[in-house]
């Protein structure tokens, strides 16, 4: 049971994974979540996304972003990205993943979600059957309280590293976090 919240690898940030790599291992689509996974929460895009967005297109490979936020939210961050996108998700619920994947007409095992949470992008994932990749979440420097549910992430993440049958699934798709 525990088992549905380990991510098929973990990686440091969204710019440590192999996007060519997951093009030639078969997969033709990456969801994203936005906040805390590739802006700090309720930042804008920066240029640096932009261009790995592109990056990724041109590497053949779908986008779209699965946030629990509102479509406000979801269209400011995208002004400047092409891709498609899933708002009002209400992860972990399988319903917003599901839209995703019929949206970017590809079958589960085509896609991988890339996300910061454990209980929300990960359990999500897992429930639909889909890889993920759980990434160190952004926060803004200022921030020092950590809220209860990363401290039982903290408690996941170490189960998950004392269990070899599940890491690193996707592991030599993505710079490896240092324990």
Known sequence: ??????????AEDVFSIDYDGL???????????????????????????????????????????????????VLRFCTNIDTSYVCDAEKPKKSGLQKALKLLKVKKEEAVLVGDQVFT?????????????????IGYYTETRIGPRRELEKLVLKAYALSRKYQSKLGDLVELLEK
């Open 1 to 10: 049971m525990l088992s549905l919240l380990f991510p098929g690898a973990y």
């Open 23 to 73: 093009y030639r291992r078969g997969y033709r689509a990456v969801i994203f979540d936005i906040d805390n996974t590739l802006v700090p929460h309720g930042a804008d895009s920066t240029p640096r996304v932009d261009m790995l967005f592109a990056r990724i297109q041109a590497a053949g490979l779908k986008t779209c972003l699965l946030s629990n936020n509102d479509e406000e939210r």
């Open 121 to 137: 992008d990960i359990f999500c994932a897992n429930r639909c059957r889909v890889d993920s990749i759980l990434v160190r979440f």
